[in-house]
């Protein structure tokens, strides 16, 4: 259409996997899938049930959430996030956590001559979100000297990492927080795979201990002052509702006002069931322990398969993925594990600091987990 600033977006990077998953499917045994982190176990039968005790859903949702949803959330921060005193006015449910992080600029009205920092390794989402509200992506490392905040209205963490694993620590989060409201930049943090760190020495009741990982809305960070702060959360990873469509964002109750008024006229709502699922989900911690342990047997039995096999693997203090190298194109190593049937993510998909890098899931079933294990070590 003549006149229409038409918007870039990149490749969708998965895309580029059909030969090499062509190659990996046509292996004897089949092909063992590690290039994406969608659950393969179980939901939890209590929230199972409470997603049908509520399946008579005829009226309309609150945009907002029910206030036992945003309480549940609040005592979650408490309870695992050594977070106390979240106000509940601050917790908004979104669908998943992909499409806050891909409308987040939008919905805090940043456009054209905006900034937006993402991370140097990271999801592609960060640096699509800016791309959707017509800013301009900007790479930042914050563990390294922050840029002129020259423009820049938003700076995304992820912390635990995605694909590293990476997790930031309290001195680096409160440097962070200093900068940002110095220059008034809102700040937010995608903490989604926070009950999956791997320090053994932190583990209390099979989950890390609260604090382990660092939350941007923690004390130690922010002094309790969540004023410009948002942390996003899914509980698509911990719990097994990817399929839910299950996430929230909380921090600052004015900023999270500016997104509730956007998103009541967008009709962007977290239908009424899966609300009450949530809830529930968020109030039991047995059933995360437990997740939690499935992903530890598979990481235990992969870490030194691909040892043998010839990948180092970086920064795994968290999270579902191995970040793993042989110090080659990350092209040449998905296409030599695509021969032996095994799909992986190329790290190029993350960002140009990744090229030589891989990422591979543990989201594969306990038999196609041995399965790669085999064969690596064959």
């Known amino acids: 259409m003549a006149g229409r600033d038409r918007l870039t977006l990149p490749d969708f990077p998965w895309d580029s996997l059909v030969e090499a998953r062509r190659r990996a499917s046509a292996h004897p045994g089949g092909i063992v899938d590690l290039s994406v982190g969608t659950p393969v176990d179980p939901t939890p039968e209590a929230v199972r049930r409470a ?3 509520a399946s008579d859903a005829h009226g309309y949702p609150q945009t907002w959430g029910t206030a036992p949803l945003r309480e549940a959330v609040a005592g979650w921060f408490e309870r695992r996030r050594g977070v106390p005193g979240l106000d509940p006015a601050g917790v908004l449910p ?3 956590s992909k499409e806050l992080v891909a409308w987040l600029p939008t919905l805090l009205g940043l456009g054209a001559g905006d900034r937006v920092g993402i991370p140097a390794i990271a999801y592609p989402t960060y640096d699509v979100g800016a791309r959707l509200a017509r800013t301009e992506p900007v790479v930042v490392d914050v563990t390294a000297e922050l840029p002129d905040p020259d ?9 635990p990492g995605n694909p590293t694993g990476a997790v930031l620590d309290v001195a680096t989060l409160r440097r ?3 900068w940002a409201r110095a220059h008034d930049v809102v700040l937010a943090s995608d903490e989604c795979y926070a009950e999956l760190a791997w320090g053994d020495d932190d583990l209390v009741d099979g989950l890390p201990r609260p604090g382990a990982v660092p939350s941007l809305l923690d004390p130690r960070v922010c002094d309790g002052d969540h004023r410009g702060l948002l942390v996003t959360y899914s509980l698509s990873k911990q719990s097994n509702l990817a399929g839910y469509r299950a996430a929230f964002v909380a921090g600052d109750p ?3 006002a500016e997104l509730l008024e956007v998103r009541k006229h967008a009709g962007m709502i977290v239908p009424r069931p899966v609300q009450e699922a949530m809830q529930v989900a968020l109030d039991d911690d047995a059933h995360v322990a437990e997740q939690r ?4 047997t598979r990481r235990a039995s992969l870490l030194p398969a691909l040892g043998s096999w010839g990948l180092q ?3 795994t203090g968290a999270g579902l993925y191995l970040w793993s190298t042989r110090g080659e194109d990350s092209r040449a190593t998905v296409d030599a594990l695509a021969q032996v049937g095994i799909l992986v993510a190329p790290g190029w998909f993350y960002g140009a600091a990744g090229e030589q890098h891989v990422r591979i899931a543990l989201t594969a079933t306990d038999e196609r987990t041995a399965a790669a294990v085999e064969r690596l070590t064959r």
Do not use: K, P
């Open 51 to 53: 997603l049908e005790a």
């Open 94 to 96: 979104t669908v998943g």
């Open 151 to 159: 423009g820049m209205r938003l700076l995304w963490l992820n912390s």
């Open 176 to 178: 962070v927080v200093a």
């Open 254 to 256: 004015a900023l999270v």
């Open 293 to 296: 342990a499935r992903y530890a």
């Open 313 to 315: 693997v970086e920064d």
